[in-house]
């Protein structure tokens, strides 16, 4: 049996691990982003299936995350008979499309940092001339550029991958895999940099630097962290036969 979604409209998903007891599903996923403002799709994953509903009245604890956007925790308690019963690899399918767009995302806010960034050193006027004239502020913005574009280089493989092998495909679990620990490694020197070549006036929250930097290090950790997906990585690498196979194989 399927689930109905409606025609048009945002849709969030709320996934967990969760029981089945009694007749009912139940779990909390927590980290969901925008569950009052777009229809919910609970997926919980239990010990012998995954069980995914459309949740008509959500309990929801609402919270935000640190670029302020709405992140709740979802109460999920609902009758089996309401929900599709699937395989547990649709799951990690829905993480690894979670976590690709969250890569593809971070690189829009990375590349809206880096150019506030070098606008403001251009800008900015110390000592009789500007910033971005200064040998060490040229050194870090080199440094943020190339963190920048080393994470661009694998979202980009990601990308290719999921266009031409689909998202269930050993390939592109891999190629989203090591973009996610790509890009979730270059949030920290990227949005160092930028707020230290800010200056005081990139930490307030009018200033729109706060909304990339914070977003980048709020998405991080979405659809798996960085340290999840590295040991993901890892795993892979071990499992293999020769681990250079993993590295250069399709």
Same mark, same amino acid.
């Given at each position: ?13 709320? $996934? =967990? ?8 599903? #139940?779990?909390?996923?927590?980290? +969901? ?7 919910? $799709?609970?997926? $919980?994953? #239990? ?16 919270? +935000?995350? @640190? ?14 008979? /309401? =929900?599709?019963?699937? &395989?547990?690899?649709?799951?990690? &399918? ?8 969250? =890569? ?8 809206? /940092? ?6 403001? #050193? ?31 280089? #694998?979202?980009? @493989? ?20 090591? !973009? ?22 990139? $930490?307030?929250?009018?200033?729109? @630097?706060? @909304?990339?930097?914070?977003? !980048? ?19 892979? /690498? ?13």
């Amino acid at each position: 049996a399927g689930i109905e979604v409606p025609d048009s409209g945002p849709l969030t998903v709320a $996934v =967990c691990t969760g029981a089945r007891r009694g007749g009912r599903i #139940t779990g909390t996923a927590r980290q +969901v982003p925008w569950p009052r403002d777009a229809t919910i $799709v609970a997926v $919980v994953r #239990t010990e012998d299936g995954l069980h995914a509903t459309v949740l008509d009245a959500p309990d929801i604890a609402d919270g +935000v995350d @640190l670029a302020g956007e709405p992140r709740g925790v979802v109460t999920i308690d609902v009758p089996e008979s /309401a =929900c599709a019963r699937t &395989e547990p690899e649709l799951a990690e &399918e829905l993480l690894r499309r979670g976590a690709w767009a969250r =890569c593809v995302e971070t690189i829009g806010a990375f590349d809206a /940092a880096a150019e506030l960034t070098a606008a403001h #050193t251009r800008e900015r006027v110390q000592f009789g001339r500007a910033l971005s004239r200064f040998q060490a502020v040229q050194h870090a913005l080199a440094g943020m550029a190339g963190e920048i574009e080393r994470a661009r280089a #694998t979202v980009d @493989l990601a990308v290719a991958a999921a266009t031409q092998y689909g998202f269930d495909s050993a390939a592109t679990h891999y190629a989203v895999t090591v !973009a996610k620990v790509t890009v979730g490694r270059a949030v920290e020197p990227v949005t160092t940099i930028a707020h230290q070549l800010h200056g005081a006036i990139g $930490v307030t929250v009018e200033h729109p @630097l706060w @909304l990339s930097t914070m977003r !980048a290090r709020s998405w991080v950790d979405e659809f798996g962290t960085t340290e999840q997906h590295a040991r993901v990585l890892g795993r892979l /690498a071990l499992s293999a036969a020769d681990p250079w196979d993993v590295l250069v194989g399709p």
